[in-house]
């Protein structure tokens, strides 16, 4: 994925590309200048402008990794028992809205079909849609 290149791009597209989520809420200009570890495109960004509009093309590619379960269920209860076997990528920070890859360059979406609850981490579960997007995340009991 790569940040729109149109001059109308807001916040919330270029939060969408570093976080994950198009959520603003508590996200600033400046914090996603800070949390920016991928690749400007050239054409667009102005070295030490720090405006939105260098956002133009930008890709974010830095990657954090969390083991899933392979199984998924309906049960979050029955999900929580299940072991961390396959290793997934997002960018930061974890929570609803995250869109998990199956690679660590973030560019094959993590498809679970159908949607489930599987277990994320240790101690947490989340319904995964058939997209690999988050969704009700909580902790194990």
Do not use: Q
């Amino acid at each position: 994925m790569a940040v729109t290149t149109a001059n109308t791009l807001a916040l919330s597209d270029v939060c969408l590309e570093i976080y994950g989520s198009s959520s603003t809420v508590g996200k600033s200009l400046a914090g996603c200048h800070t949390a920016a570890t991928g690749t400007f495109n050239p054409t667009y960004a102005v070295a030490g402008a720090n405006t939105l509009l260098d956002f133009r093309g930008y890709v974010h590619t830095s990657s954090t990794s969390i083991g899933v379960s392979s199984l998924g269920n309906i049960s979050t209860v029955t999900a929580c028992g299940y072991s961390l076997v396959a290793t997934k990528y997002y960018t930061a920070p974890l929570g609803n809205g995250t869109v998990l890859y199956s690679d660590a360059t973030l560019t094959t979406l993590y498809s679970t079909a159908p949607a489930r609850y599987n277990k994320i981490g240790f101690g947490t579960v989340g319904w995964i849609s058939a997209s690999g997007v988050i969704s009700n995340l909580t902790f194990c009991l």
